[in-house]
């Protein structure tokens, strides 16, 4: 009798550890599609709200917001979004209390000069494409005459943090070769995903 109590107890015990493995997957693909509406629509504001709180060791939110607002629309050029969607949700790894997982996603992006008198020298368009190539390694990067834009787009991956059981998933953008990322996430992250291969 005891050993069936025993074996009823686990499997229960990992029922609900399914469940709430899967509650936690629900709640970070709800969060993910609201992340992905607020960077596609450009609200700052409120995607600040889903970014991870590490990134205030770089500066703080109104500056950060400002700077967002500021690459994006600027008297040399301004920037859009077309796409934006989640690709897959690596494993969960758990480092004491925070759980984390890799999300890949796909974005399009637009860059149009405001300057248009630039676009007109095929060396200079050439140029730009060049320097964008090398600053995004593994972006398709392209120029679109009919809407005089630069699009670039590709895959890119998004660290997403719970740090306790009640907090919500926040999430933080990795670029390759960013040294900041050690400030922003502890070196078992980095290493467990291999973030810096």
């Known amino acids: 009798m005891r050993k069936l109590l025993l074996c009823a107890i686990i499997i229960l015990s990992g029922f609900v550890s399914i469940g709430q493995s899967d509650s936690s997957l629900v709640s970070l693909e709800k969060r993910l599609n609201e992340y992905m509406v607020f960077n596609k629509q450009l609200n700052f504001e409120k995607l600040f709200d889903y970014i991870h709180s590490s990134i205030y060791k770089i500066a703080p939110r109104e500056e950060l917001v400002g700077a967002f607002k500021k690459l994006y629309d600027n008297p040399q050029l301004s920037i ?14 758990q480092l004491n209390n ?18 248009q008198g630039s676009l007109e020298d095929s060396s200079s368009v050439d140029a730009m494409l060049a320097a964008l190539r090398e600053n995004f390694p593994g972006k398709e990067v392209s120029f679109n005459r009919e809407r005089k834009s630069i699009i670039l787009k590709g895959d890119d991956k998004l660290i997403a943090i719970k740090d306790t059981n009640k907090s919500p998933w926040m999430f933080l953008a ?4 960013n040294q900041q990322l ?9 290493q467990h995903f291999k973030l810096q291969e």
């Open 98 to 115: 925070a759980t984390y997982r890799l999300v890949d996603y796909y974005m399009e992006m637009w860059m149009k000069m405001k300057d």
């Open 80 to 93: 859009g979004i077309d796409s934006i969607r989640t690709k897959a949700i690596g494993e969960s790894f």
């Open 182 to 190: 050690s400030k922003l996430v502890p070196d078992e992250v980095i």
């Open 174 to 177: 990795f670029q390759k070769g």
